[in-house]
């Protein structure tokens, strides 16, 4: 993630290179450091990509069953010790107790918060990575959250983290989707990477109106224009440059459609 300022606004710069192949990063991609974040659902198809990206793996409770039944599957590599998460957190109802003995026999740091019940456990990872990350290496600190999206009471509690933590760059990925949130702090460039997303897009706010919202790069793009929920709101619109540009008075979401990706 890339900052640079425009009119005494800062632009911050996003792209889901992520998603790419790490023979295929673009020369001049931003360094971003990224940390890995399994929540308990079934995995995307593209995680061995994420996590070959990922410096930090950190399993969500039951997100250490999803990597212990599904991973060596997916890459056909039936040696498990290839994919250890580095964390276990969160508040321990989920996890199989065999997987837990297992990751822990194997190096894995077991953070047991079973004594909050008052956040969920991708609120917990996610204040655990805040805290961990040192303030020189947040600016390019990126989150990318795996089985955020399925259940709707699950997928609004995450997004909800998205509005809790805005001053991180935090993205919740499917299988068919990723969202992620647009302060309205920065004016925002996304870069598209055509061969793994796109072009079916969405941006909207949540909890708050904006009264003022103006776009570039889409299909039907917005200028200066009011949305809120009951009345219109961007969905279903379409990618139309290899960079999209927003600037709005409200925080957004941003979500695009994801290619079929393995």
């Not at 192949?21 to 929540?39: D, F």
């Not at 599904?70 to 010790?81: A, I, V």
């Not at 699950?154 to 509005?163: G, K, S, T």
Request: aromatic share 6%; charged share 20%.
């Amino acid at each position: 993630m890339l900052w640079r300022t425009i009119r005494s606004m800062e632009v911050m710069a996003h792209s889901s290179n992520f998603l790419l192949p790490k023979l295929h990063q673009p020369a001049k991609a931003p360094a971003n450091n990224y940390t890995l974040v399994v929540l308990n659902q079934q995995l995307p198809r593209f995680m061995p990509r994420l996590w070959a990206q990922a410096k930090m793996r950190i399993c969500a409770d039951g997100g250490a069953n999803r990597i212990f039944d599904e991973m060596s599957q997916m890459t056909n590599d039936l040696d498990r010790n290839r994919y250890i998460p580095e964390i276990i957190e969160g508040d321990m109802d989920s996890i199989r107790p065999e997987v837990k003995r297992y990751y822990s026999s194997q190096g894995s740091k077991i953070s047991d918060k079973s004594h909050n019940q008052e956040t969920t456990d991708l609120h917990k990872c996610i204040s655990s990575i805040r805290h961990r990350t040192p303030n020189h290496e947040k600016p390019n600190l990126c989150v990318l959250v795996t089985g955020a999206l399925g259940r709707f009471d699950h997928e609004a509690a995450n997004i909800n983290v998205l509005y809790a933590f805005s001053d991180m760059r935090i993205v919740l990925l499917s299988d068919d989707c990723l969202i992620q949130l647009l302060p309205k702090t920065h004016h925002h460039e996304i870069y598209i990477e055509s061969s793994v997303e796109g072009p079916h897009c969405g941006i909207f706010p949540i909890g708050a109106p904006s009264t003022s919202t103006t776009t570039t790069g889409l299909k039907w793009n917005l200028s200066d224009a009011e949305m809120r929920f009951g009345s219109m709101i961007s969905t279903s619109n379409i990618v139309d440059s290899d960079k999209v540009t927003v600037q709005s008075d409200a925080d957004l979401l941003w979500t695009i459609s994801l290619r079929n990706l393995t």
